[in-house]
């Protein structure tokens, strides 16, 4: 079992266009109390009552009531553990509060630029493209019960934390799963393999006698004074 309480908190309001736009929720830094040397996590809570009963011990600042912050009572500790929610598609996140620039140093050539709240969570410092995601790492709080099993708090079980934190910060990635269509490239052949297959011999050509012109033969007629006759075959 695991408990964690409370370093800082801040009331965040959910963005315009998300499901639940404007609804108030807690975001804050817990810390193992069984384990020191483990770095503070994000806690998110999406309960109404407890986002209201925490407001008197946060700044004004901050989203809450008070003119100044003090430590939350250890009442308010929480019981739980980290699991993967898994979406249906993958997705980016986007920040839930504005972080300052960081000025170029000898650690951090480049520095980080201004990210303001709803900003999509980028690689390279902040200076890169949109961070892909497909798990999201929620936290689900639980209590032990009489016979020492272990019983999620209603509302806060992997699946429900999953998509209440999947709605407010988080943006799913539509894939294109529309065929595509892929010209062939014309494929120009410059030398075929030989093949065993004996290849057809083309037909021998005939060369074709080249007629001579005829010739025109003259033939002496009979003189008709010399025959006393007609002219034989003579047209008229």
């Not at 008197?56 to 308010?76: L, M, N």
């Not at 032990?144 to 999947?166: H, L, N, T, Y």
Request: proline residues 9%; contains cysteine.
């Amino acid at each position: 079992m695991a408990q964690y309480r409370y370093v800082s908190a801040e009331v965040c309001k959910v963005q315009d266009g998300k499901q639940n736009a404007g609804k108030e929720f807690l975001r804050a830094q817990i810390k193992n109390v069984k384990a020191l040397y483990e770095p503070a996590q994000t806690f998110m809570c999406f309960q109404e009552d407890i986002v209201e009963a925490l407001k008197q011990y946060i700044d004004v600042s901050h989203g809450g009531k008070a003119q100044q912050a003090t430590a939350i009572p250890a009442e308010f500790n929480i019981t739980g553990c980290w699991c993967d929610y898994i979406p249906a598609t993958p997705f980016y996140k986007r920040h839930l509060s504005n972080h300052q620039a960081v000025p170029p140093s000898a650690q951090n050539p480049k520095g980080r630029p201004e990210i303001k709240a709803g900003e999509f969570v980028r690689d390279n410092d902040g200076w890169g493209n949109p961070i892909v995601y497909k798990a999201l790492r929620v936290f689900c709080q639980y209590y032990v019960d009489d016979d020492g099993s272990k019983v999620w708090i209603r509302g806060c079980s992997p699946e429900e934390a999953g998509q209440q934190a999947f709605a407010a910060y988080c943006v799913g990635i539509t894939e294109n799963l529309q065929p595509q269509t892929v010209e062939q490239p014309e494929v120009i052949t410059y030398m075929q393999a030989p093949s065993t297959q004996p290849q057809p011999q083309p037909a021998p050509q005939v060369q074709q006698p080249v007629q001579q012109p005829a010739q025109l033969q003259f033939v002496q007629q009979p003189n008709p004074a010399q025959s006393g006759g007609q002219f034989a075959g003579a047209p008229f």
